[in-house]
T-cell receptor, first 113, second 113 residues
Framework: DQQVKQNSPSLSVQEGRISILNCDYT??????FLWYKKYPAEGPTFLIS?????DKNEDGRFTVFLNKSAKHLSLHIVPSQPGDSAVYFC????????????FGKGTLLTVNP | DAGITQSPRHKVTETGTPVTLRCHQT?????MYWYRQDPGHGLRLIHY???????DKGEVSDGYSVSRSKTEDFLLTLESATSSQTSVYFC????????????FGPGTRLLVL
């Protein structure tokens, strides 16, 4: 049973446009959500996070939106740059779970020049 | 970047042989994790540690064991490697506080022939 779902395996956008990556979850006990970016042959790197008590968090070109009623979060990248091309993983943590994360399968973002 | 190293970075081994992967951190973080990444599966937790000699299973722990005798080192052992354990293995660390982020190492690519 997949508790964190990234239903789009890939996404292609033009440089300068907005990239929107989506993530759905099923476990209502999740209280903290993170996005990681991964380049080939490297480890995942932390990008941005959001607590369940918020509905939006911004960091430069990156914004994460959380809709708790829909159990949905999204990552917006504006403007998209070719260097943003990577696999993006959504992750969620359940309160009191010894800080274990549950990851989605990832979305490959390609930003075309 | 968090001070996390993994060794070896690449390994080729034969079915039935034991294999040990090492994760070393210089951050003095309490929590350490081992994940595997496979196409179509994202990142899956194998085992984690919440302190020296304190470990617990993740979602895909069968065929793996771990040990943590020092804060800075977390070892993952495949007692008898199988081809299904061919994967990329990532170590991660976190301080373990509420809303804490996990930071990942560069990964070990393991091929079991």
């Amino acid at each position: 049973d997949q508790q964190v779902k990234q239903n789009s395996p890939s996404l292609s956008v033009q440089e300068g446009r907005i990239s929107i990556l989506n993530c759905d979850y099923t476990n209502s006990m999740f209280d903290y959500f993170l996005w990681y970016k991964k380049y080939p042959a490297e480890g995942p790197t932390f990008l941005i996070s959001i607590s369940s008590i918020k509905d939006k968090n911004e960091d430069g070109r990156f914004t994460v939106f959380l809709n708790k009623s829909a159990k949905h979060l999204s990552l917006h990248i504006v403007p998209s740059q070719p260097g943003d091309s990577a696999v993006y993983f959504c992750a969620a943590r359940s309160g009191g779970s010894n800080y274990k994360l549950t990851f989605g399968k990832g979305t490959l973002l390609t930003v075309n020049p | 970047d968090a001070g996390i190293t993994q060794s070896p970075r690449h390994k080729v081994t034969e079915t039935g042989t034991p294999v040990t992967l090492r994760c070393h951190q210089t951050e003095n973080h309490r929590y350490m994790y081992w994940y595997r990444q496979d196409p179509g599966h994202g990142l899956r937790l194998i085992h984690y540690s919440y302190g020296v000699k304190d470990t617990d299973k993740g979602e895909v722990s069968d065929g793996y064991s771990v040990s943590r005798s020092k804060t800075e080192d977390f070892l993952l052992t495949l007692e008898s490697a199988t081809s299904s354990q061919t994967s990329v293995y990532f170590c991660a660390i976190s301080e373990g506080a509420v809303q804490e982020t996990q930071y990942f190492g560069p990964g070990t690519r393991l091929l079991v022939l």
